[in-house]
T-cell receptor
């Protein structure tokens, strides 16, 4: 089946530093990848849509200068949390959409970010 | 505005019985519907999907029903097993690549 690898699974960083999270589709190509954030006991919140070769589309209220997204190839998208603060601590999940009609989204296993 | 709604935040079912998870949507342009299962601290796992040209799709213990006139879909799990305990998200998609997720229903299967 389609596999999406997200790395790292867990990261702890100091306030003011930047953290990069990678999302790779291992056995399929994805022109579109999505980045979500999940707060405790809450639903998935879509942060941005990442399209290969073009700028990401950010949801309302998501700071594009803080959450930098790069989708350099059909199998890799990265999310960089710049100048992280404790309020950025969260569970970040990526998903990838395979090419083709009526394809389901496939999710990575998430990254637990803790900013101290 | 929430276009996909799961009105039951939680559900408890006895092992061996049927679990029925419900989902409503508002956008009649949605033509592809999916169910995902999520364990804590993991990403959602795709379970089953259905296109709008069908009203039922079955895969093992999982069956998804779609009622387009009511804009309602449901996931039936039978028989329910303790390992099915998780949060279940429904999702819908129309033209384009956007997927809209419900807020999830936490299923607990009691042994």
């Amino acid at each position: 089946g389609a596999v999406v690898s997200q790395h790292p699974s867990r990261v702890i960083c100091k306030s003011g530093t930047s953290v990069k999270i990678e999302c790779r589709s291992l056995d399929f190509q994805a022109t579109t990848m999505f980045w979500y954030r999940q707060f405790p006991k809450q639903s998935l919140m879509l942060m941005a849509t990442s399209n290969e070769g073009s700028k990401a589309t950010y949801e309302q209220g998501v700071e594009k200068d803080k959450f930098l997204i790069n989708h350099a190839s059909l199998t890799l998208s990265t999310l960089t949390v710049t100048s992280a603060h404790p309020e950025d601590s969260s569970f970040y999940i990526c998903s990838a959409l395979p090419l083709g009609f009526l394809s389901p989204l496939h999710f990575g296993n998430g990254t637990r970010l803790t900013v101290t | 505005d929430q276009q996909v709604k799961q009105n039951s935040p939680s559900l408890s079912v006895q092992e061996g019985r049927i679990s029925i998870l419900n989902c409503d949507y508002t956008n009649s342009m949605f033509d592809y519907f999916l169910w995902y299962k999520k364990y804590p601290a993991e990403g959602p796992t795709f379970l089953i999907s259905i296109s709008s040209i069908k009203d039922k799709n079955e895969d093992g213990r999982f069956t998804v029903f779609l009622n387009k006139s009511a804009k309602h879909l449901s996931l039936h799990i039978v028989p329910s097993q303790p390992g099915d305990s998780a949060v279940y998200f429904c999702a819908a998609s129309g033209s384009g690549n956007q997927f809209y997720f419900g807020t999830g229903t936490s299923l607990t299967v009691i042994p």
